[in-house]
């Protein structure tokens, strides 16, 4: 029998549990050996989006079942965004009827992989809460290494140094095991902060290794050549360096990490210089550097689609469905997330979603103020939520696994704020 077992009162987690009060069975222990490798394969899998729905949803309901027979926690703090989900889920299924150039059943499976993805947030928030530091450490892990292994994948494939590089590239540019260069530089840069907050504030091996890290991850956005991918680059960094400098350095720390930042200044100014060397490399990065993009402007171009799409959105209710713009006046999307879901789900389906990006700002921000041991688990999850949640303004991501992925994490640290563990006790132990 289902149980959701825990001490009443407490305000605190319960334990979701096909055991419920009686004694653990070995299939429980087993699912509790299997859950943390599987999480980490699932993370993996996040690497590799190159049709819908991905192995990323495959591999995550081989995860479910697995976290229930484990009895993962239920945190009254993540509750939240499941009531949320709640909320949009009726209004995303009525928003799919209203398709009128694709079938209902197309656009239902675009509104339920919406979902899909909104409950892997809930998932990851109760599965970090249990124990922030230990299971955020895993899942990064995880997702550095992937991250890693494309963005270096990815760069050899433009180079041509590989066989078959043009499966990995799009319009000359890096895609790697993405269906797009702009969701490609951004899945980087949730490790790459980790990778330069390490770097910052370890010492040693450790840092160097860090670097090294980002570094690599660093060329993988440059290649994606994704403008947003490189201003997101750019603040998160900096917002990971200034946070680090005012809330967990001293100032023997703050003399170390301004030479650190210099030299990777001159570092980064050389491999540049380096890569612009190269004809082809130039050339595309002085037609993406440039401000004059032909889609941004004119009756068709991007801003003018976002305007025609608040229009229609503010003039239907209930949405016009899934992946509907593309058929109507304008032939591509409109690149803004906030008037995409009013007008895929229809106005309560919308303000549902700008409830969860506010909501996570929310606590994120509140995390932020307090000091505990968590705070350099949050730094590198702020200094990504927030570029992601601007760039939302000028490009799709309600699909991306690694924005929702995100989300959990946020709420996943700031309901188990409070949870510390003895590897806690020092600095380098607080750093994953």
């Known amino acids: 029998m289902t149980m959701l077992a825990g001490k009443p009162g407490t305000g605190e987690a319960l334990s979701f549990s096909p055991t419920g009060a009686q004694k653990p069975t070995q299939l429980h222990f087993l699912a509790k050996a299997w859950l943390v490798p599987m999480v980490s394969i699932w993370m993996i899998s996040g690497g590799f989006v190159i ?9 995550f309901l081989l995860v479910l079942p697995v976290a229930y027979f484990a009895g993962i926690g239920i945190h009254r703090k993540t509750l939240g965004i499941f009531q949320l989900m709640v909320l949009f889920i009726p209004f995303a299924l009525i928003g799919s009827f209203q398709v009128r150039y694709m079938s209902v059943l197309e656009g239902m499976v675009y509104s339920i992989v919406t979902v899909f993805l909104w409950f892997t947030a809930y ?3 109760n599965y970090i809460a249990d124990d922030p530091q230990k299971r955020l450490g895993g899942m990064m892990g995880a997702y550095t290494g992937v991250a890693g292994f494309i963005s270096v994948i990815g760069t050899l494939a433009y180079l041509h140094i590989i066989p078959g590089a043009e499966i990995f590239l799009r319009y000359d540019r890096v895609k790697a095991t993405f269906q797009d260069p702009n969701v490609f530089g951004p899945f980087l840069i949730i490790p790459a902060a980790f990778a330069l907050q390490r ?32 201003d997101y680059m750019i603040f998160t960094s900096g917002f990971v360096f200034i946070a680090c400098f005012l809330f967990e350095s001293n100032a023997k720390d703050r003399s170390r990490m301004i ?25 595309l990065f002085l037609q993406r550097f440039s401000l004059n993009q ?8 991007r801003f003018a689609r976002q305007t025609y799409a608040l229009e229609m959105a503010l003039a239907n209710p209930f949405g016009i469905g899934p992946l509907e713009f593309r058929n109507l006046r304008i032939t591509e999307e409109p690149h803004n997330t906030y008037v995409k879901v009013l007008l895929t789900y229809g ?61 959990g994490m946020i709420w996943g640290v700031s309901a188990g704020y409070g949870r510390v563990n003895d590897a806690q006790s020092t600095r380098r132990g607080r750093l994953i």
Do not use: C, Q
């Open 51 to 59: 049709f819908e729905p991905s192995p990323y949803e495959f591999m």
């Open 123 to 125: 998932f990851a928030a």
């Open 199 to 230: 770097m910052l504030l370890d010492k040693g091996k450790r840092a160097l290794f860090a670097g090294a890290i980002y570094g690599i991850l660093l060329v993988g956005v440059f290649v994606s050549f994704s403008r947003a991918a490189w």
């Open 259 to 283: 030479g650190i930042t210099l030299v990777g200044l001159v570092l980064a100014v050389v491999a540049l210089i380096g890569l612009l060397s190269i004809d082809s490399v130039r050339e």
């Open 294 to 301: 032909t889609y941004d402007s004119g009756s068709t171009g």
């Open 347 to 407: 106005w309560i389906g919308g303000l549902a979603y700008f409830a969860l990006v506010w909501m996570t700002f929310k606590h994120g921000f509140a995390a932020l103020k307090k000091a505990s041991p968590n705070r350099l688990l949050m730094i590198p999850l702020m200094a990504n939520f927030i570029p992601i949640a601007l760039e939302s303004a000028i490009i799709d991501t309600d699909h991306w696994r690694h924005f929702f992925l995100l989300v």
